[in-house]
């Protein structure tokens, strides 16, 4: 058996061991009728430490594009993002929507991780297997709300990626990480965009995934509360007359992140395939393979030991709500008889 523990042992066990002396002290101090209520709770904290585990049987085989891997999009979601220029006059978001799904579909298995950036970077889905989860994020993903955008930096996520990339690489130093950067290269701040600066060998494959067109595309307003076809383009006042706006793809700049990542450069457009892009996506940690042209896979284990937490977290579920349906309001002090009949205490 082989355990994969979805956080590092060093955060992991200190957590579980003191939920665990508390559930012991609750034990051991409650009264009969309250034990049994306790150990089923140290039994609730016992499974999921199981499944934290992720313990397996080695076993089957899985391909070598897809074993072991960590995926990092990160994604451009400034307002130049939903520029009208993919495909028959789309916003650049539905290809990056299109692209994600596409690739997390061709590296099954992979844990994959997503971070948006405007004004600054934000990671919207730690690293999971859960494609679920992927398609959920990817399908709401939105524009930076129009009146918050004063300018960003098409580096601006460099921090963050930085350090979830140094976390998984000190946690799991044997899996390749790949980066995928989805985004149009507009440089709307005021100063040049700062350099990455990750850590060699950080990154070993992945690819900078550019969207729009030299002609450039109008831009539709967001306003936080209901961004939609029939909202109101972005309007450019800077020059002589009012306007609206239009955004151009500058694949100058996204090819210079591709160098500071040492990934290729691809222009998507509506229709292209994800495969060859991947092809040259890959890097050589993945072509290690066995006789048989595969990698060594494994049986999980850990979903009967979530499935035991869950069916004694929802008796703990109704348990609670039982003992709160009985709760009743406290009686306040009955009035005397003095304060509730003033004139009779006056006579």
Do not use: C
């Not at 200190?14 to 002396?21: G, R």
């Not at 009012?242 to 040492?262: C, H, K, W």
């Amino acid at each position: 058996m082989t355990l994969h523990p979805i956080l590092p042992w060093w955060l992991l066990l200190p957590v579980v061991t003191a939920a665990l002396v508390l559930l012991g002290w609750r034990i051991t101090h409650e009264r009969r009728r309250g034990v049994r209520s306790e150990v089923r709770r140290a039994l609730l904290v016992l499974l999921l430490f199981a499944a934290a585990l992720r313990p397996g049987f080695p076993g089957g085989s899985a391909a070598p594009a897809t074993a072991d891997l960590n995926v990092f999009f990160v994604v451009d979601t400034t307002s130049s993002m939903v520029a009208e220029d993919y495909g028959n006059s789309e916003p650049r978001l539905k290809g990056v929507r299109q692209d994600i799904m596409a690739i997390a579909q061709e590296l099954p298995g992979a844990r994959f991780s997503v971070i948006t950036f405007d004004t600054k970077g934000h990671v919207r889905m730690p690293l999971t297997t859960d494609t679920s989860a992927l398609e959920t994020l990817t399908a709401i993903l939105q524009p930076q709300v129009t009146a918050y955008a004063k300018g960003s930096s098409i580096t601006a996520a460099r921090e963050v990626l930085a350090e979830r990339l140094a976390a998984a690489r000190e946690s799991h130093p044997e899996r390749p990480r790949l980066v995928f950067y989805l985004g149009d290269g507009e440089q709307t701040a005021g100063k040049e965009p700062e350099p990455l600066q990750l850590e060699d060998g950080s990154v070993a494959g992945g690819a900078v995934l550019g969207y729009g067109t030299p002609g450039g595309g109008r831009m539709r307003e967001n306003t936080g509360l209901d961004f939609d076809d029939d909202a109101p383009y972005i309007r450019d006042s800077s020059g002589s007359a009012t306007r609206d706006a239009l955004s151009v793809i500058d694949e100058g700049r996204l090819r210079g992140i591709a160098a500071q990542l040492d990934v290729p450069y691809v222009h998507r457009a509506e229709g292209n395939p994800v495969q060859p892009m991947l092809q040259q996506a890959r890097p050589g940690a993945l072509e290690r393979t066995v006789e048989d042209g595969s990698l060594a896979g494994r049986t999980e284990l850990y979903w009967l030991f979530a499935a035991g937490a869950f069916v004694l977290g929802l008796a703990e579920a109704v348990l609670i709500m039982r003992q709160f349906r009985e709760l009743r309001p406290a009686a306040g002090p009955r009035p005397s008889r003095r304060s509730a009949d003033p004139g009779k205490a006056a006579r």
